[in-house]
């Protein structure tokens, strides 16, 4: 599985790709393109908060 995110640089505006896997390894669709990227590690099956960002 995986997911595609498609969105766009906050400093620049321009368009950005961005490809997760089901092992959280991120690829970034757009050549020269190098966005931080961070997956927040929670349980999701665990989770005691009203919601992620909380947890986070």
């Known amino acids: 599985m995986s ?3 498609r969105t766009e640089c906050a400093h620049c ?3 950005m ?3 997760i896997d089901s092992d959280l390894r991120c690829t970034v669709k757009n050549e020269g ?6 997956v ?4 999701l099956f665990k989770i005691q908060d ?3 960002i909380n947890a986070f």
């Open 3 to 5: 997911v595609t995110v």
């Open 13 to 15: 505006s321009k368009p």
């Open 17 to 19: 790709e961005i490809e």
């Open 33 to 38: 393109c190098e966005p931080f990227v961070f």
């Open 40 to 43: 927040p590690h929670v349980d």
């Open 50 to 52: 009203e919601s992620i």
